[in-house]
């Protein structure tokens, strides 16, 4: 699958901007791409198998962690989010904003997206799920300038931002796909009932980051041919 033809470009096509490693050389990301998504067979599938997210939340809840700040690899984001400028308590990195939530239980969006958001919670780790096919040119991570623009809603409206200068973005050739490295999606590129192909980015930062990421990575690979074993599904870290 690797050589797939699609707008984003195959699994070798992902850049991240060499100033990212020299920053943060403790980052890794694992790139996965997985289709093609088949959403009936997908739905039905779902019906008879324990909800990933129900048994991810009881597991969870039962650790009783009062301050999710304090757990590594949370607290690793938070430092790398503090060094662009952002405010990590205001401005989440994605896995802590779904921890947050844990108490009142996290929404149920779509089979693909409630796993990814149930091995995000396990690992305390950043996941996000986007639509391929949307893409224009590479994924790429890289630094701001603050020109970029970025499509989101507002008061369910769309309206077009700019990232800050000096933030960490993901962007294609039209512009930030992610904003404040994990922290909220494009509307663009979300995954919808029409999404064929799914781009994963596992995020990992701190020491163990290249095991965490592999580790998230083959979860999710399982969770998603248990959903449909005729997803082909394939990987890369960087």
Not at 12 to 22: G, K, L, R, S, W
Not at 121 to 145: K, S
Not at 160 to 178: F, K, N, Q, S
Not at 189 to 214: C, N
Request: proline share 7%; aromatic share 6%.
């Amino acid at each position: 699958m690797s050589g797939h033809a699609m707008h984003g470009g195959g699994i070798d096509q992902v850049v991240i901007d060499p100033i990212i490693y020299e920053r943060w050389p403790e980052y890794r990301v694992l790139v996965l791409i997985a289709g093609p998504i088949d959403w009936g067979r997908i739905a039905a599938s779902a019906i008879d198998a324990p909800a990933p997210l129900d048994l991810a939340e009881a597991e969870l809840r039962a650790r009783g962690v009062e301050d999710w700040t304090t757990d590594p690899h949370i607290a690793a984001w938070m430092a790398a989010f503090t060094a662009f400028g952002a405010k990590p308590k205001r401005t989440s990195p994605s896995a802590l904003a779904l921890l947050k939530r844990l108490e009142a239980g996290l929404p149920r969006i779509d089979p693909v997206t409630d796993l990814y958001n149930s091995i995000s919670i396990r690992h305390a780790m950043p996941i996000g799920g986007e639509d391929l096919d949307r893409y224009v040119g590479a994924p790429r991570l890289t630094v701001a300038t603050g020109e970029e623009p970025f499509d989101t809603m507002e008061s369910g409206e769309p309206v077009t931002e700019h990232p800050l200068a000096g933030e960490v973005i993901w962007r294609d050739d039209l512009g930030v796909t992610c904003r404040r490295w994990n922290w909220r999606q494009c509307v663009r590129t979300r995954i919808t009932p029409e999404t064929a192909t799914v781009l994963f980015l596992l995020e990992g930062m701190g020491r163990d980051a290249s095991a965490l990421v592999e580790a998230a990575g083959a979860e999710l690979t399982t969770g998603l041919l248990a959903l449909d074993p005729a997803i082909t599904v394939a990987s890369r870290r960087y």
